[in-house]
């Protein structure tokens, strides 16, 4: 299979399938914390990158050969080796899978492209929606993240209130915080001051425990990672 990975059991999502929409490694970010290392195709362009037919004869011909293990799936998730909504037919992904199989679909995003209308209209129909916020400042969403040039924070954050204010499903935000580049506390009041806009379902903190896209980034220590837990609420918990 190109296209699926797992099924992995994660903390958060359960048993979860996943579905990769780009080669390796297309995103619009260069997060320091990145898992699958720097990005080589740093664009921002949508366009189909892969033909949804292809990636939905790998679906089918997986839920085929591996009925028991399909039943425990919990999600089927786009995500996988860039961003998912760089590819211009997730949407239409979402309603097949929705249409032939008996599960729930998450989406994993950067959120970058939520403040489109018509990436919103696509990304509603999933069940689980995670969008990612690291940075509730410019200066800080560009040493965290590091978008391409033009990429303005203001506009990423309205995005995930507008597709708050529109979609009837599950909302996590996921916060990723780098010791040195995020945990700043008066950096995590303004972060605070937008999650508050944003109202998500659960706010999911976490920090790199794996192996990054730069050398010595360094995950925020527990106290200071409880502290932070606590100042964002109770729908905040640490992944
Ligand atoms: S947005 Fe996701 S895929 Fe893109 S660089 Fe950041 S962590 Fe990696």
Redesign the pocket.
């Given at each position: 299979m190109k296209h699926l990975y797992g099924p992995v059991v994660s903390r958060r999502l359960g048993l979860s399938l996943g579905v990769s929409l780009t080669p390796h490694?297309t995103?619009d970010?260069?997060?320091l914390?990145?898992?699958?290392g720097k990005?080589t195709n740093k664009t921002r362009e949508r366009r189909t990158y892969i033909a949804v037919g292809e990636i939905f004869d790998e679906l089918r011909t997986w839920f085929q050969e591996n009925a028991s293990q399909a039943a425990q799936l919990a999600f089927v998730t786009l995500s996988g080796c860039?961003?998912p909504t760089l590819h211009t037919e997730f949407g239409t992904l979402i309603q097949r899978i929705k249409e032939n199989f008996a599960v729930k679909v998450a989406v994993i995003t950067?959120a970058s492209y939520l403040n489109d209308r018509f990436v919103r209209s696509a990304i509603i129909n999933a069940d689980l929606i995670v969008p990612?916020l690291d940075a509730a400042t410019q200066a800080v969403f560009e040493r965290i993240?590091r978008p391409v040039p033009g990429l303005c924070i203001e506009g990423v954050i309205d995005g995930i209130v507008s597709l708050r204010n529109e979609f009837k499903g599950t909302l996590w935000l996921e916060v990723m915080l780098v010791k040195g580049v995020n945990d700043d506390i008066r950096h995590i009041r303004r972060l605070k001051e937008a999650i508050e806009k944003i109202n998500p379902d659960k706010i999911q903190l976490n920090s790199p425990v794996r192996s990054t896209?730069e050398p010595g980034i360094l995950p925020v220590g527990k106290n200071k990672l409880e502290k932070i837990r606590e100042m964002l609420g109770e729908k905040c918990e640490i992944v």
């Open positions: 490694k995103c970010f260069d997060c914390y990145c898992q699958l990005t860039g961003e950067n990612s993240d896209a």
